[in-house]
């Protein structure tokens, strides 16, 4: 933190003047106050204030979500036709404008824009995206569109963490690593799941996990849910049914979700992947009636028997989730949600892709329980627990989050024993979404918005390089410390090589090349050993499992760098050089 | 100088530890907003939620279940953990026949207070209706000792009388004489639920406590039709007939269209007139009665056609047909004046072959039936 006037530079030289004064030397207030307030601990207590300002945000988001569906659908569950077609329509108008107007940030689910605050612009988020997000989104949830809160209240918890890290002068290192605390902070009061919040922030946005962040992205998820129960309550989003797994050959049936799951998020990613370039690339003027248009058709689908595909929809997940529609209606509702969300969100709408993701998903699970039930009555258990395993399912399908979507589903449950179909049933579905479609849906997007982010799905299934797979066979003797000059030199007599290892005495390693022992040997120094008589630094070793790039640490200053056994020492496993080192990588490089 | 003393502040104001007391100040001001943005929304939605449910029970009063589910719905979207609108809803749904529906709700407040008694009967008429007996009855059960509210204490006896009517449903009649037993202690004297328990005696065959609960109306009511008949058919049951004689003439006499009644005063009538054994009948009486159930036995006989297995009891190889022909010239007046030992050996055979006969030929009516009842009365005698 530089002073930047003289009136401020005066003070800190004061200040200064007065800290170097002897009788309060090491115990200054200024070193005190230093120590207090220490970059990494001040951290810790920003990460609590995001939590307690993204919970407080999220609640006013909840309520003005809620006003926007009283104002604009009314308060009944069965909507009058003139609402049904005109407040998403209309409410899609006014959004369109202050998208393109006020707010241009606002536009998207949130998630990406948050990795390029990380990756691109340092952390910084301007304070006015979390106003336009909180706008927009919310007129847009509230009067119908197919999007979901979530997403939205993890951007403007980013926003409001990036502007108390400026406010804070954090360092480049720290504001950079803010935006994703208040992601998780503002997703988990959204969810009222702290774990899913920093698991998904950590796997999604963050893509490692150190422990520097993890400390702050918990404190803050986990202060900005108690803010949230405070005032909403810590009642789950829906009622969670009794789970049960009937018998284990019900996995198949999970398994079977598994896939119907899969197939369903290929379809939903492949559609918004097509539309979403062509909304984007009609004429400019069209970007205003977009939203409007996605709206009327969205109501259209409300008006023809479907109004449950409208908002986020959470009370429709929970009675899915006991036994309320019959299979085939829910098979149906899946459909059309994921065709009006792909509407609302191609459309350049802003609001989330996680409510939707839920519903498709529990109404696909229910479905598929429910059908599984006609069919087999005996085998399967209740539509509930299905319709919980099929969230997890188009999480890990969709969303390509695979961690998250269990713990999800875990944390929502409150029920271990369904971590099995969970886990069955997300293979599945995450492999063949991979399959079908290689390109996660959030990278899809950054590139479709010319983007280069690092892929989290990527780099957490890159292949690291280790030292094994560069090393190389030890040619040529290896001495014994305790071995005389004569001996030494015997051994070498017939050998071509120019560097040798010196095994060291109790432990270690050290290298001689045979030039400097020849010219030991001619000073008549014999029978001394090698121990006693090498100037021996010792040498770095390495293991096999080190990676790659450890041993570029040492490969430049040492022209042989021993792999020795992790359980032994003083055994050779081989040798690296720098030019195997780079070898190595050049291969790789090719592919 | 100016500029120097906005720089000191500019210097104060953005030293850290100034910049979170801000924020903690900050904090608190807008918890406290949102304290209050949340009342007012909490009451709004509380106001809402009413509304929709005034809505619902008005619907649902009026039977409208249809509306009342989408009004109880409506209240859910505001108050979705609410247990009366959860209940009301469940109910609505039942009206409207969406059972499975109505299921999961109920379920799910069953989770939240098992020791309901509404959730648990209703619970087991769901049940009871889909015919998962075991699970009827246990959550009858729970709601015969379930909590209920003072002014509904009628729904624990009105769910064991259900529990009773399912019992005698699936043939428990040992079950449903137990809960009857301690229904009746319950009930007092009540003269409408006296009945109503004398009936259910009846069914689950306690003709005892059927007599019982049906006199205790009758002491209020001496003109009770239906417990006179109730009455009537309980002492008939019991074989006491001169009893049921009297309760069901009664009863004819309050209800004359009362055609079961007549029957079996008929049938009861018959009983007495011919029953050779009563007490201080005349010895010519009893002659011409035992000649006549002889006469009668003989003709069901040659109606039944008995099959060849049916011989008289023992180990005699003659039929009951030739019995009765062996028997037929000692059974007079006259010999059965000098011999009275006859007359027991006579009504000996009337009586098997009556009862051999309704096992082979069903039920017997009019004067077989008679003989078939005072052969179930002497026997063992």
Known sequence: MEPESNGEKMLVENANARSQSPWIQGYSPRTLWRSVFREDRLFLVLSVFIGVFAGLAVVCFRFAIDWARLYLLGTGVALTPARMLLAPALAGLLIAVLVIHFFPAARGSGVNQTKAALYIFNGNIPFKTAVGKFITSALAIGSGHSLGPEDPSLQIGACIASALGREMRLERDRMRLIAPVGAAAGLAAAFNAPISAVLFVIEEVIGRWTAGILGSVVLSAVSSVVVMRWFLGSESLFRIPAVELKRPAELMAYATLGVIGGLASVAFASGIAWLRPICKALPRWTQYLQPAIAGLLIGVIGMLGAPQVMGAGYEYIDQAMHGQFTWEFLAILAGLKILATMLSFVSGTPGGMFAPTLFVGAMLGAAVGGAQHALLPHLTGSAGTYALVGMGVLFAGFLRAPMTSVFMVLEVSGNYSIIVPVIVANTFAYVISRALQPTPIFDLLTQQDGLQLPSMEEQREENILRVEDAMQPVEGPVLDAEKTLEDAVKMLDHSEIEQLLVRLSPVGWGSVSKQQLLTMASQGNGATTLGALLPIAPVPYLHPDHPLETALRHVDRWPLVPVVNRADFRKLEGVVTQRDVLERYREFGEG | ?381
């Not at chain 2, 509210?149 to 043939?171: C, H, K, V």
């Open chain 2, 1 to 381: 100088m100016a500029s120097d003393i906005i720089a000191r502040w500019r210097f104060y104001l953005r030293q850290r530890p100034v910049v979170l007391a801000a924020l903690t100040v900050l904090a608190i001001v807008f918890f406290l907003a949102v304290t209050g943005l949340s009342q007012v929304h909490q009451a709004q939605r509380r106001a809402i939620g009413d509304r929709w449910f005034n809505r619902g029970i008005a619907d649902l009063n009026a039977k409208r279940f249809e509306a009342a589910v989408k009004d109880f719905r409506a209240a859910l979207l505001y108050s979705p953990d609410d247990y009366s609108y959860q209940l009301n809803l469940a109910e609505a749904l039942i009206g409207e026949g969406q059972r499975g529906q109505a299921l999961a709700y109920l379920i799910n407040l069953w989770e939240r207070e098992p020791e309901n008694g509404i959730v648990n009967l209703e619970l087991a008429r769901s049940a009871a209706n889909q015919g998962q007996t075991d699970d009827a009855i246990r959550y009858y059960h729970n709601a015969v000792y379930a909590v209920w509210p003072p002014d509904q204490d009628t729904m624990r006896r009105d769910a064991r009388l259900e529990l009773i009517e399912l019992l005698l449903r699936i043939g428990a009649k040992q079950q449903a004489q137990g809960e009857l037993i301690a229904l009746a202690e319950r009930v007092g004297p009540d003269p409408a639920q006296q009945e109503r328990v004398g009936e259910l005696f009846l069914r689950a065959g306690d003709y005892e406590h059927a007599l019982a609960a049906f006199s205790t109306v009758l002491k209020s009511d001496r003109h009770n039709a239906a417990a006179l008949a109730g009455a009537g058919y309980a002492a008939f049951e019991l074989g006491r007939y001169p009893e049921g004689q009297r309760y069901l003439q009664a009863a004819i006499e309050a209800k004359p269209d009362d055609t079961a009644s007549q029957a079996r005063l008929k049938t009861t009538q018959l009983v007495l007139q011919m029953d050779p054994f009563q007490r201080q009948i005349p010895i010519a009486e009893r002659d011409r009665i035992v000649v006549q159930a002889f006469q009668t036995a003989g003709e069901r006989l040659r109606s039944c056609k008995l099959p060849a297995g049916i011989s008289s009891a023992g180990s005699a190889p003659l039929s009951l047909g030739d019995e009765w022909e062996g028997l037929k010239p000692q059974i007079t007046q006259l010999r059965l004046r000098r011999d009275p030992d006859l007359v027991e050996t006579g009504m000996d055979l009337v009586f098997r072959i009556e009862r051999a006969t309704s096992v082979a030929c069903g039920s017997p009516t009019g004067a077989d039936l008679a003989l078939l009842l005072i052969s179930n009365m002497h026997e063992g005698s």
